[in-house]
């Protein structure tokens, strides 16, 4: 399928065709930390499929193994857009986030389950506004 997608203030753009039926969860502590969020999805897309607009800026993360992933984002608004392999990119893993599409993009695939927040399962039993500024922190 066609995506379309770009980071918030809209300095970096992309085209990709991807297959629906890749994403993935990850619960590690890493997509934690570095998407701000309780877990992180991934859309892989080869990078000769995507077309991008714009100069996004470089994080190199260094596993223990040695191995290099640049996590690439905005640096203007902080976005973040994609991982790939550093020194080679082959696969841009778009963050599910930014990509246009995101609400037909079902996740097939847990990786890191055990490190998942225990309180996931929990989120639909909680109350629920229907728009931010009804809630109770909407001026946060
Ligand atoms: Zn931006
Ligand atoms: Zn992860």
Same mark, same amino acid.
């Given at each position: ?9 809209? =300095?970096?753009?992309?085209? =990709? ?54 996590? =690439? ?12 392999? =550093? ?54």
């Amino acid at each position: 399928m066609k995506i379309t997608g770009q980071c918030h203030c809209g =300095a970096i753009r992309f085209t =990709a065709t991807a297959s629906p039926d890749k994403v993935a969860v990850c619960h590690c502590a890493d997509c934690q930390i570095m998407s701000g969020g309780p877990f992180r999805a991934v859309l892989p897309v080869p990078v000769d499929q995507v077309e991008l607009q714009g100069s996004p800026k470089q994080y190199v993360k260094v596993a223990a193994s040695g191995n290099r992933r640049a996590q =690439a984002f905005c640096g203007d608004c902080g976005t973040q857009l994609f991982a790939t392999e =550093a020194d080679e990119p082959k696969t841009l893993n778009f963050r599910l986030g930014c990509v246009n599409e995101r609400a037909q993009l079902n996740p097939v695939l847990q990786i890191w389950r055990d490190s998942a927040m225990p309180w996931l399962t929990e989120l639909d039993g909680l109350p629920a506004h229907t728009r931010g500024r009804d809630s109770p922190l909407a001026s946060s």
